[in-house]
């Protein structure tokens, strides 16, 4: 047992750390603190460049891991090659896969355009030249040679009806036979007056001539088919020449690239196929779905067009995406679709790329949680990174949610690298419930949460200091001022031999400090600032801490901080709402009678208990059976509950405050009021380490302090949280000025004799406690409890 003194209640900073005037005259933080091991595995999957070398970085949300990845992934991306543009072109064999080309950096921006220029002076130019006398004149030559076959074959079918005295008329219903008598036509009348014989012959030579003007209309319809056909060769091999006089500089650009000159071929037949619609001439007709001519025109202009999914024209080396929000449209890219006279309309252009696109051939960061919180991410986003392909398509079509047929433009190679950040517990979950997580993540880089306290650390922080100050235009600290955020940094450590690496916490608390420096209109900030941002900061998140002080101070909430008692004792709590935490002490009590074997916990029976509070009372049986029950079986029943606690419990930081109560009330002994306890405890007595020792102190400090401080008053830690200490000023003053005290203790028995003033007693060779000691007092009356439950047997 050691009662404690100022000095272990608090650790001060370096001074090798602090021979600074105040921290402008330090430079700024450029290097990491304490995460070499997150480091050198993150630099080793972005150097490695594998298939599966993915990187997952795992810890703890504001140790500053989203800031030194990204910083540490744009050097790397720095120094990497531009990867290629990406542009996504019309199939003109197949219209729902577009086709997709890679050019180097700069040249999507540069085909696009010159396509652009070359649709739009096609656009200009063609018309002129079907206007102009080169085209009236060829196909002036073309009508004229089909108009004189086609009178030929009239010609024909005339002579034939006027050796056979038919004449032929043409009229709105078509061509007519008449027969001719000396020359004229004859009338019904005269033809009535006909002998049957040469009525017939008559007949038949009409019957003949129709035959032949029947095989002379089909001919001419040939022909004018073949004249038809004539001038739109005429027109596609002006349409050719003149596209061909304006594409030669293109195909030279992009001599080496045969698809995309390909597709520049096909760009040029497609022009001279639909020439007609292309210039808008009135030959055009109007399409299956009844669009009109301008608008045939205007869905054919939008074949050549080219869509510029990823420029890289501007980029420095490899890229670096950040996506904050992955959804399944961010990250994989979207198939944009509008609605036209109540349906749906899409079409290439509407494509846009994603993340992962737009990060190829680079970097891509992502946050795990946003990832499975999205919809159809996650499994996808795994096949891609294998297949290293992407493939852009309707997630709605992909999961049978779409009857429509979408488009499917062809599938994108893949050469990226993804980083994912998240809680370490992601990584675990995802190992134990996903196959396919290690093949694809290969590489774990855990952040830290701290890191050891010493002086070149604590210079560190103090750049780090500096370096916030210069890039928020804030007032910069004294040495004193960084030493109060040193001191802050070990408490949220819970160690004052380490530093905590929680860089968003520290971010706040200098940002807040600044504050209230210029609200006072000092040059730097002083101690007094950072103090005062503590306390605003507290008080802005303590009305649910206020309303527990008030109850206990007006004493709804019983709890003694004076006096002695048998089987009661003050346990101590740590509660948090939001980032604000404190202590609460708690009145904890125990009875004992005889009965069944066991402990009957109140919490555990009324549903109010956690795993690890159970597992606590389990060992505290352990240790009562341990200690009393090697001579003779235990037949006693212990009642214990947290008075006036009505919400759940849980931990085993109590378990020794229990095991003390439970002493007390089988000895007889009373418990000093004026205590409190906290403390885990194994099945020998040994005392264990908790967490929140700083709050639990303080919160009991806080309520002495209310009822006034006697000098008596104090709280018993375990021997293994002394160095977790860094304890607010007040307390420490107040135990310097002998006012509160604070001991540690490393078993059970050192406990209950600083809690009853009573020695605890210590096994002799017959296996009994000596008397008037706790352990012998509770020996005694467990061995009543037994001797009479044998008497009630017989």
Known sequence: MKKLTREDLSRAAVEEALTFKSTSELPSLNEVIGQERAVRALEFGLELLAPGYNVFVGGLPGTGKNTIVTNLVQKFAEARPVPPDWILVFNFRDEYHPRVFKLPPGEGTKFSKQMKRLITSLSTDLPKVFKGELYAKRKKEITAEFDTGREEIIAAVNVEAAEHNIQLTLSQAGFQTIPLKDGQPMSEEVFANLSKKEQADINEHISLIQDHLREALRDMTELEEERETAVEQLQEKI????????????????????????????????????????????????????????????????RYKVNLLVDNSSQKGAPLVIDSNPSYYNVFGRIGKKAIMGGWYSDFTMITAGALLQANGGFLILDIQSVLQ?????????????????????????????????????????????????????????????????????????????????????????????????????????????????????????????????????????????????????????????????????????????????????????????????????????????????????????????????????????????????????????????????????????????????????????????????????????????????????????????????????????????????????????????????????????????????????TISEGIELLTGVKAGNLNKHGNYPVHTVFGEAQNKLKKYFLKGQSFLK
């Open 239 to 302: 349409a050719k020449d003149t596209v061909e006089h304006r594409i030669g500089r293109l195909l030279e650009n992009y001599a080496g690239n045969h698809g995309l000159l390909k597709y520049v071929d096909d760009v040029r037949n497609d022009i001279a196929e639909h020439v007609q619609a292309f210039v808008g001439m009135d030959g055009a007709q109007t399409d299956e779905e009844g669009a009109t001519p301008q608008q045939v025109q205007k869905a054919l202009m939008q």
């Open 374 to 746: 999205n919809a159809h991410v996650w499994e996808p986003l795994k096949r891609a990174l294998k297949d290293k392909s992407l493939q852009i398509e309707d997630v709605n079509e992909q999961f049978g949610f779409s009857s429509t047929t979408s488009l499917k433009p062809e599938a994108i190679p893949l050469d990226i690298n993804v980083i994912l950040l998240g809680r370490s517990d992601y990584f675990q979950y995802l190992q134990e419930v996903d196959d396919a997580f290690n093949k694809t993540f290969k590489v774990r880089a855990d952040f830290d949460y701290e890191v050891t306290r010493n002086a070149q650390n604590e210079q560190l922080l103090c750049q780090f200091i500096a370096r916030v100050c210069r890039e928020g235009g804030l007032p910069h600290f004294t040495p004193q001022a960084a030493t109060k955020i040193i001191q802050y940094s070990s408490r949220l450590a819970g160690d004052k031999s380490k530093l905590s690496l929680q860089f968003g916490t520290l971010v706040g608390l200098i940002t807040e400090a600044a504050y209230w420096a210029k609200k006072e209109h000092r040059r730097y900030v002083q101690p007094n600032d950072v103090g005062k941002a503590q306390s605003e900061k507290h008080f802005r998140g303590s009305l649910y801490e206020e309303k527990v002080w008030e109850s206990i101070e007006s004493e709804t909430t019983m709890i003694d901080v004076s006096g002695e008692r048998v089987g009661q004792i003050n346990g101590l709590a740590v509660y948090s709402m939001g980032d604000n935490s404190f202590g609460k002490p708690s009145r904890i009590t125990a009875t004992t009678y005889m009965g069944t074997p066991g402990i009957i916990a109140v919490e555990t029976q009324a549903k109010l208990s956690g795993k690890t509070y159970d597992k606590g009372n389990l060992i505290i049986n352990g240790f009562l059976g341990q200690t009393f029950a090697q001579n003779f079986p235990l037949s006693l029943t212990i009642t214990l509950t947290f008075e006036q606690s009505y919400g759940g419990i849980d931990g085993d930081s109590a378990s020794s405050t229990e095991i003390y109560v439970i002493l007390s009330a089988l000895s007889g002994f009373p418990v000093k009021q004026g205590m409190a306890v906290t403390g885990s405890v194994n099945q020998w007595g040994e005392i264990q380490a908790i967490g929140g020792v700083n709050e639990k102190i303080e919160g009991f400090f806080h309520l002495c302090e209310l009822r006034g401080l006697t000098g008596d008053q104090g709280v018993i830690i375990p021997a293994a949280n002394v160095d977790h200490l860094m304890l607010m000023p007040n307390v420490q003053d107040a135990v310097e000025a002998g006012k509160f005290n604070i001991w540690s203790v490393s």
